[in-house]
């Protein structure tokens, strides 16, 4: 099993530009998360999915889309990117039937934002 | 906001006895204390967590405390690889996990 995998590893955006990170779990993982984590900081929850179709909204959700189509990808878009969103965003899925609720973390991808 | 607080850093001897505070003094009756490592980079990984009772695994053990206002975080016998930010984490149902900023710990020789 790959685990948790996260699309592209780098990118540097020019302010205004759009893009979309892919995540992919093949653990048949029912809750996917994107978390973004800022120099020095902890990571923040943006937006997460419980399903296939549904999604909601974290702690920073402003600036980001998402959607689930496929139980196994979960799509993060900035639409107009910003230096703010300079970040590595990390993607997780976690599974609803084992005890631990365990999160699975994919390698982050780092995106600056010029 | 974090629903938790810990030191910025501590150090610790390789073979001896990591000891990781953690203060939840908000935390509600359902909500897990999750806690969780980064290493470098890299993506976190889960540890332990628990609710009310002291928990061990292969990894580690978690001492909550009876009124669950904080708990700690040992690593029996600490070594090299085990230098990491570590997180105390409150996780709010369904599933969402709050993240602090964490304690660096430094295992030297």
């Known amino acids: 099993n790959a685990g948790v995998t996260q699309t592209p590893k780098f990118r540097v955006l020019k302010t205004g530009q759009s893009m979309t990170l892919l995540c992919a779990q093949d653990?048949?993982?029912?809750?996917m998360y994107w978390y973004r984590q800022d120099p020095g900081m902890g990571l923040r929850l943006i937006h997460y999915?419980?399903?296939?179709?549904?999604?909601a909204k974290g702690e920073v959700p402003d600036g980001y889309n998402v959607s689930r189509l496929k139980k196994q990808n979960f799509l993060l878009g900035l639409e107009s990117a910003a230096p703010s969103q300079t970040s590595v965003y990390f993607c997780?899925?976690?599974?609803?039937?084992?005890?631990?609720?365990?999160?699975?973390f994919g390698p982050g991808t780092r995106l600056t934002v010029l | 906001d974090a629903k938790t607080t810990q030191p910025t850093s501590m150090d610790c001897a390789e073979g001896r006895a990591a000891n990781l505070p953690c203060n939840h003094s908000?935390?509600?009756?359902?909500?897990?204390v999750y806690w969780y490592r980064q290493i470098h980079s890299q993506g976190p990984q889960y540890i332990i967590h628990?609710?009310?009772n002291n928990e061990t695994n292969e990894m580690a053990s978690l001492i909550i405390t009876e009124d669950r206002k904080s708990s700690t975080l040992i690593l029996p016998h600490a070594t090299l690889r085990d230098t990491a930010v570590y997180y105390c984490?409150?996780?709010?149902?369904?599933?969402?996990?709050?993240f602090g900023t964490g304690t660096r710990l430094q295992v030297f020789p």
């Open positions: 628990g609710l009310k």
């Open positions: 653990m048949n993982h029912e809750y």
């Open positions: 984490i409150v996780r709010v149902p369904p599933d969402k996990l709050i």
């Open positions: 997780a899925s976690s599974s609803q039937d084992r005890v631990t609720h365990e999160q699975f």
């Open positions: 908000t935390i509600s009756g359902n909500e897990y």
């Open positions: 999915s419980v399903g296939e179709g549904t999604t």
